[in-house]
């Protein structure tokens, strides 16, 4: 199996092929409470997890969401970064996914 194709909070349209495994990371830093949550899309999340910047203890790093192509067509992954006691989040970012045959 191939690495899973990458892409940061930059890039907001991506293309990949159906069948590709690829992951959204996005900065975090749940030592504050709040950490990214999918809100929505269209394609299966296969996974989600936590990589730090560093072994100090409370280093920032990145959530990464892991999914896996299996549906031609356009899907918008919705993301929001908020603390669960929260009513709102302190930010979003939404990425437009593109599954080519």
Do not use: C
Request: glycine share 8%; proline share 4%.
């Amino acid at each position: 199996m191939s690495n899973p194709v990458r892409f940061d909070q930059s890039q907001t349209a991506v293309k990949v092929r159906r069948g590709d495994t690829f992951v959204i990371e996005l900065p975090s830093a749940p030592t504050t409470g709040a950490a990214w949550q999918l809100a929505g899309g269209g394609l299966k999340l296969d996974s989600e997890s936590f990589v730090a910047e560093s072994d100090r203890t409370g280093a920032g790093g990145k959530q990464q969401f892991t999914f896996q192509a299996s549906q031609a067509g356009s899907h918008s992954l919705s993301f929001q970064y908020a603390r669960p006691w929260e009513k709102s989040a302190t930010s979003t970012h939404e990425v437009v996914v593109t599954v080519e045959e």
